[in-house]
């Protein structure tokens, strides 16, 4: 559980950024008119893509919840299973980062 709520302190503190005013937006501005579109449009557009940003963190904080409570779940069932599969995956990643 320790986990999920690691998950939920680091969306929370994306989300608390998100509803901070931007400091590139103003640096922007003062750069060029090409930079001033951009972030015309990005002021434009800004509520509503606020808006739905939220949404979906909120969407995500729900399935990753439910995601690390199934996975502790199996793992308390089956933990040689769990560790036995992280062992294989760990050589299997292992490997193919020594052929690259």
């Given at each position: 559980?320790?986990?999920?709520?690691?998950?939920?302190?680091?969306?929370?503190?994306?989300?608390?950024?998100?509803?901070?005013?931007?400091?590139?937006?103003?640096?922007?501005?003062?750069h060029s008119a090409k930079h001033n579109v951009?972030?015309d449009l990005v002021e434009e557009a800004d509520?509503?893509?606020?808006?739905?940003?939220?949404?979906?963190?909120?969407?995500?904080?729900?399935?990753?919840?439910?995601?690390?409570?199934?996975?502790?779940?199996?793992?308390?069932?089956?933990?040689?299973?769990?560790?036995?599969?992280?062992?294989?995956?760990?050589?299997?990643?292992?490997?193919?980062?020594?052929?690259?």
């Amino acid at each position: 559980m320790a986990r999920s709520s690691h998950i939920h302190h680091e969306l929370a503190s994306l989300h608390a950024e998100l509803n901070k005013p931007s400091h590139a937006a103003t640096k922007t501005k003062s750069h060029s008119a090409k930079h001033n579109v951009k972030s015309d449009l990005v002021e434009e557009a800004d509520p509503s893509f606020t808006a739905d940003l939220e949404e979906q963190l909120k969407e995500l904080s729900k399935a990753l919840s439910e995601y690390t409570g199934s996975a502790e779940d199996f793992i308390a069932a089956h933990p040689l299973a769990s560790v036995l599969g992280a062992v294989v995956l760990g050589v299997t990643i292992g490997r193919m980062m020594e052929r690259a």
